[in-house]
């Protein structure tokens, strides 16, 4: 789907599926202070799966990657997760992504859907430490494991 400047590329979840072409996949972000994790869905929107973790950079850069991937892998939108306080408020941190996302748009004219990511991270770190893995591979792991658990609760949403 190709987007002008002037639609509405912030959608709803139930928006973006319907804004998806056939056989498309979404790509899932948690956009972190310094880095990015990844994550893919299935052409099925059915399942997630942990992609890789991006280094934050120039946001050029960064964009540059992101474009790579939708290009390669067939991305049809992109799943933001959205840090919302544990009270339902929105702080530096929302408004970063929400900066995040629009600056996105404008490089890669795709749709993008916000999904709340409160405990994400907590989640994937539990788990990694009941399958007792490192410290370091915890830290390796966690940020594309978080978008892939992002991703998954919005493609069950689907």
Known sequence: MS?????TPI???????????PGSRLLGLDVGSKTIGLALS?????????????RRGKF?????????IVDTETVGGFVIGLPVNMDGSEGPRCQSTRAFARNLVGAVTLPIAFWDERLSTAAVERTLIEADRSRARRKELVDKMAA???????LHAL
């Not at 987007?3 to 639609?7: G, W």
């Not at 959608?11 to 072409?21: A, M, N, V």
């Not at 299935?42 to 991006?54: G, H, K, Q, R, W």
């Open 60 to 68: 050029r850069a960064d964009a540059a990657r992101l474009k790579e």
């Open 11 to 21: 959608l709803s979840i139930g928006e973006l599926r319907s804004s998806l072409q």
């Open 42 to 54: 299935d052409t099925t929107l059915t399942v997630a799966s942990p992609l890789e973790t991006i």
């Open 148 to 154: 892939a658990y992002i991703l998954q609760g919005a």
């Open 3 to 7: 987007l002008k400047a002037s639609d």
